[in-house]
C-alpha cells in the first residue's frame, strides 16, 4: 500500500457503533476535470430532459415519438428500430453492451463513470450548486450549518429546499414522458386527467431525488450503491486512478515549514504537499486523497484540480495529485519514466473487452437487419384433437398468429403446403367456402389471432405432417413457414 | 481467551495498527473484531422500519386469537377484497350482460362484440357445467354427443341448441323437454334375435361400412316397417324426435355390430339437465352461442329447411 502510515484517529473516543454523516461542503472549483465535469453534467441532462421531446415520423398508425417504451401496447420504440415483446433480446445486448463498457471503462480509466455519468452523482453535483448559489461557497455553508435556527436561517433552508423540491420534480416528471407520448402526457398532467401510476410514479421519484441528491449524496455512493465494491474487482495495477503520489509529496509541511526547510540546506528536504488541504474542500464526498486508494472516491478529478492550481501558485510543477497506474506509481518512486499514456490503454484486456464490445453491437445491428417483420405461429388444438364430421371427413382445429410487424395494414395468404385433399376455413367463414389458401388482413402493428379449420375427405383422412405457409401480399412480400400435423382417429402423424 | 462484551470490552479497546481502526474489545483466539460503525442514518430507517410493521399489524389482520385473528383497524380480509373483485367485474359486465338478454340469440352475429363476448362467457360457463360428460373439448365421448362436429340430435343452429340447454332431453319435470323414446325391439319382443341382427346388418349396409348381402335385404323390410317411422325411409334421422341420422360416420354409442345389436335390443335413452332451471338465460345464451361457434354450427334458415321434411316422412309413415 502506498498510502501514508495511519494516523491515529483522535476521534477514536467518539466513534460508537453508529456514525454521523460528517457535512461535506466543497469548494468552488475550476480546472480542467471541472470543466469536463460541467459539461458532462449538461449533456447527461440535456439527454434527460429533451429525449422525450424529440419526434420521429412512422406514419399514420404507430407514435411519433423517437424514444418510446409503450408498456401499455408492449412496443418499444428507438429512432427507427421498433422492439416488439419478443424481441427483448435486444434490449438484453444493450444492457450486456452498457456492462461491458462500464467494464472497458472501469479497467482503463477506473471510475469515471462514477465520477462523471452516474446520475446520482451528476444530480448531487447540481444539488452543490445549488447550495452555493443559496449559501455561499463552503466557508459560508459551514458556517450557516452551525448557527442556531434564527428566522433568517429558516428562511435560507426553505427557499433552498424548495428549489431541490423543484429540480427533484421535474426530474420524476421527465421520467414519465419516456412512457406516454409526451406532449399529451404533460397537457394531462396539468389538467388532472392523467393515469393515477403517472402521478404515483411523480410524486416517488421526485422524492427520491429530494432525499438521494439534496441530503444522502456521497452516503449513497459509500453505503448503498454495490458498484464502488464491483468496480475495485475490475480495477488492476494497470487502471487509471487518481493518485496522491506520496513520493514526491511527503513529508508534507505548510508554505510556512517550508520556507524554514529551504532556509537549513542539506537537512532532510520536506516534500512537495503544502498541506493546503484544497484537495479535502474541494472533495464532493468529503475524502482526504492523500489517505491513499479508497470507496469514497469517485475519481472525478476535483482535487486534481485544487492541487494543480496550488502548486502552479507556490512554484511547482502540477500533477501532485493525478491520474497515475499502481504500475507507475512504482517507477516514479524508482525514478523511472511513466508508462505513455496510449500503452496503457491499448492494453490487451482493453483491446479484447473493445473487441467483445463492438462484435456484440455489430451482432446486434446484423440481427436488426435481418430480422423478419412478418412471422406466423401454429398452435394445434389438443382437445379434440380431431372431429370426424358427418361424411366422414375429418377436421383438425388450429390458433393462428399473424404477426405484422409494419406500421401499415397488411393483406397476406395462408396457404396449405402438403395435406392433400384437404382445405382450410377459419372461424369467420363458411365451412363450405373451405380453400387451399386464405386471403388475411392483418392490422398495423399487430398480431391477429385466427382460428382455423383444416378439412382433409375421407379419402384422404390420415394422419400427416404438412405445413402453413404465410405470404405478405403487397410488394415488399416476405412470409413464413410453420410445420404442423394433422390427426385422425387413426391417431397422430408418424 | 474471551472478553466479556459487557464489562470488560471498554478496557480492551484500541487502534488497530495496519488499519487504522478502532477494534470493538473483543478477540478469540488471537481474532480481534474491528469497529466499523453503521451510518446513523441506517439505524434510522430500521426504526422506521419497526414503526411500520407495527402500524400494520394494527391496521392489518395480524394476531392470531382464540376463534379468529384480530381483525385490524381497516377491516381488510382476503375474502373480502375477493367479493370486492368479483363485484366490481359484475358492475363491469352489467351493460354487457343487459345488451346479451335483450339480444335474441339468432341476431348476436350482428354485433361481432357481443358475440364474441358470448363465446367467451359461454367458454367460462362450459367449464363450469359441461365438461363433466361433453369433456372439457367438447368432443363428449359414448352416449355424450361431440359438439364439435356437424351432426346435432336436436337441431344445430343457435336457437334449437338454446332451446335443448333450456329444457334438457328427457326431463320429466320440464313439459317442454326434447322426449323421444325408441322402443326396446329387443327386450320387449318385437324382433327377435334374427331379426334384429337382420335389422343391423341393413343399418350398417346405408352407413356404408358393409356390403350388401342376403341378412340386409331381410333387414331392409324390417327397418321400413318397424324404423323409417323415426329414422326416415333412408334413415336420414330427424331432429323432430332427435332419432340419429343413421347413414353418416358419426355414432353416438358405436357403428359396430356389437353395439348396434345391444342399441337395437335395449334401446338407448340419453339424457341432458333442463338447464333453464338452474341457470340464467344469459347464462343459457352465451353456453349456446359457444357450443354453436365450436365449429359445427349451423345457420337459421338452413336448420329449418332439414327439419321440415325429416317430419314429413315421419308423420306419413304414420
Known amino acids: 500500500m502506498n498510502s501514508p502510515a495511519p494516523v491515529p484517529t483522535d476521534h477514536a473516543s467518539e466513534i460508537g457503533y453508529y456514525q454521523k454523516r460528517k457535512g461535506v461542503f466543497p469548494r468552488k472549483i475550476d480546472g480542467r476535470f471541472r470543466r469536463f465535469k460541467w459539461l458532462m453534467m449538461a449533456l447527461c441532462l440535456l439527454v434527460y430532459y429533451a429525449t422525450p421531446w424529440l419526434r420521429w415520423d412512422r406514419g399514420p398508425y404507430a407514435p411519433n415519438q423517437a424514444v418510446l417504451v409503450d408498456l401499455a401496447h408492449r412496443r418499444f420504440f428507438m429512432f427507427a428500430i421498433e422492439i416488439w415483446p419478443q424481441e427483448f433480446y435486444f434490449v438484453a445486448g444493450l444492457l450486456i453492451m452498457a456492462g461491458i463498457g462500464l467494464f472497458l471503462v472501469t479497467s482503463a480509466v477506473g471510475r469515471a463513470w462514477c465520477g462523471y455519468a452516474c446520475p446520482q452523482t451528476v444530480w448531487t453535483d447540481l444539488y452543490q450548486h445549488v447550495d452555493r448559489f443559496i449559501d455561499g461557497d463552503r466557508n459560508a455553508q459551514i458556517r450557516l450549518q452551525a448557527a442556531p435556527w434564527t428566522p433568517a436561517k429558516i428562511a435560507r433552508r426553505l427557499l433552498k429546499w424548495s428549489i431541490y423540491l423543484t429540480i427533484a420534480f421535474w426530474t420524476g416528471g421527465a421520467w414519465i414522458l419516456y412512457f406516454a407520448d409526451a406532449p399529451t402526457l404533460t397537457h394531462d398532467f396539468w389538467t388532472g386527467q392523467a393515469a393515477a401510476v403517472a402521478y404515483a410514479t411523480v410524486f416517488v421519484l421526485t422524492m427520491t431525488t429530494f432525499v438521494l441528491g439534496g441530503f444522502m449524496r456521497e452516503q449513497v455512493c459509500i453505503y448503498m450503491c454495490p458498484w464502488p465494491r464491483i468496480q475495485t474487482a475490475m480495477l488492476d495495477e494497470k487502471s487509471l486512478l487518481v493518485t496522491y503520489k506520496d513520493w514526491r509529496g511527503e513529508p508534507r509541511g505548510s508554505v510556512k515549514a517550508h520556507k524554514a526547510d529551504d532556509a537549513k540546506l542539506g537537512a532532510e528536504k520536506l516534500g512537495d504537499c503544502i498541506d493546503c488541504l484544497q484537495c479535502v474542500a474541494v472533495c464532493p464526498t468529503g475524502i482526504d486523497i492523500r489517505e491513499g486508494p479508497q470507496i469514497g472516491c469517485i475519481t472525478c478529478g476535483l482535487c486534481i484540480d485544487a492541487c494543480d492550481r496550488a502548486m502552479v501558485q507556490t512554484g511547482r510543477p502540477r500533477g501532485l495529485i493525478d491520474y497515475a497506474t499502481l504500475d507507475d506509481a512504482v517507477r516514479e518512486k524508482r525514478g523511472e519514466a511513466p508508462t505513455p499514456i496510449l500503452r496503457t490503454l491499448l492494453r490487451p484486456r482493453m483491446l479484447v473487452y473493445l473487441g467483445v464490445w463492438s462484435a456484440l453491437g455489430l451482432a446486434m445491428l446484423f440481427m436488426l437487419g435481418a430480422r423478419t417483420r412478418i412471422d406466423v405461429s401454429v398452435a394445434k388444438d389438443r382437445n379434440p384433437q380431431f372431429v370426424t364430421l358427418s361424411n366422414g371427413s375429418v377436421r383438425n382445429g388450429y390458433t393462428i398468429k399473424l404477426r405484422n410487424m409494419e406500421d401499415r395494414p397488411r393483406r397476406m395468404t395462408l396457404a396449405l403446403d402438403g395435406l392433400p385433399g384437404g382445405a382450410l376455413y377459419d372461424d369467420e367463414m363458411d365451412a363450405a367456402a373451405a380453400t387451399r389458401v386464405l386471403e388475411l388482413a392483418v392490422p398495423a402493428d399487430a398480431t391477429r389471432t385466427v382460428r382455423v379449420y383444416a378439412v382433409a375427405d375421407r379419402a384422404h383422412a390420415v394422419p400427416q405432417h404438412f405445413g402453413m405457409v404465410l405470404r405478405a401480399l403487397d410488394s415488399e412480400g416476405g412470409g413464413a413457414r410453420r410445420d404442423t400435423s394433422f390427426t385422425t382417429s387413426q391417431g397422430d402423424a408418424p | ?318
Request: net charge neutral; with cysteine.
Open chain 2, 1 to 318: 481467551m474471551m472478553t466479556d462484551p459487557h464489562t470488560g470490552a471498554n478496557s480492551r479497546k484500541r487502534i488497530d495498527e495496519p488499519t487504522g481502526t478502532e477494534t470493538m474489545g473483543h478477540e478469540w483466539d488471537g481474532i480481534e473484531e474491528l469497529n466499523t460503525p453503521l451510518p446513523r442514518w441506517w439505524l434510522w430507517t430500521f426504526y422506521a422500519c419497526i414503526a411500520f410493521a407495527i402500524g400494520y399489524v394494527i391496521v392489518y389482520p395480524a394476531f392470531p386469537m382464540l376463534h379468529s385473528g384480530s381483525k385490524g383497524l381497516w377491516g381488510w380480509s382476503s375474502r373480502g377484497a375477493l367479493a370486492a373483485d368479483i363485484q366490481a367485474e359484475d358492475a363491469r359486465r352489467g351493460p354487457q350482460m343487459a345488451a346479451l338478454a335483450a339480444v335474441p340469440i339468432e341476431q348476436l352475429p350482428n354485433d361481432p362484440k357481443l358475440l364474441r363476448a358470448a363465446i367467451d362467457g359461454g367458454r367460462a360457463a362450459f367449464k363450469v357445467n359441461c365438461v363433466q360428460c361433453h369433456g372439457a373439448g367438447a368432443a363428449g365421448g359414448k352416449g355424450y354427443p361431440n359438439l364439435n362436429d356437424d351432426d346435432w340430435l336436436w337441431g344445430g343452429d343457435a336457437k334449437a341448441i338454446e332451446y335443448t340447454l333450456t329444457h334438457g332431453v328427457r326431463q320429466d319435470a320440464d313439459k317442454q323437454t326434447r322426449t323421444s323414446q325408441m322402443p326396446a325391439f329387443g327386450r320387449d319382443g318385437i324382433l327377435n334375435a334374427a331379426q334384429v341382427q337382420d335389422v343391423v346388418s341393413h343399418v350398417r349396409v346405408i352407413s356404408g361400412q358393409d356390403k350388401p348381402g342376403a341378412s340386409a335385404a331381410r333387414g331392409t323390410a324390417l327397418f321400413a316397417a318397424n324404423c323409417a317411422v323415426c329414422h326416415g325411409a333412408g334413415g336420414e334421422g330427424s331432429r323432430s324426435v332427435g332419432a340419429p341420422r343413421l347413414t353418416d360416420a358419426i355414432w353416438l354409442y358405436g357403428g359396430d355390430r356389437a353395439t348396434l345389436t345391444e342399441t337395437v335390443t335395449n334401446a338407448r335413452y340419453g339424457q341432458m339437465p333442463n338447464w333453464g332451471a338452474r341457470l340464467s338465460p344469459v347464462t343459457i345464451k352465451m353456453l349456446a352461442t359457444y357450443v354453436h361457434s365450436l365449429g359445427g354450427g349451423e345457420d337459421a334458415p338452413a336448420a329449418s329447411a332439414p327439419t321440415a321434411p325429416a317430419t314429413a316422412p315421419a308423420g306419413t309413415a304414420k
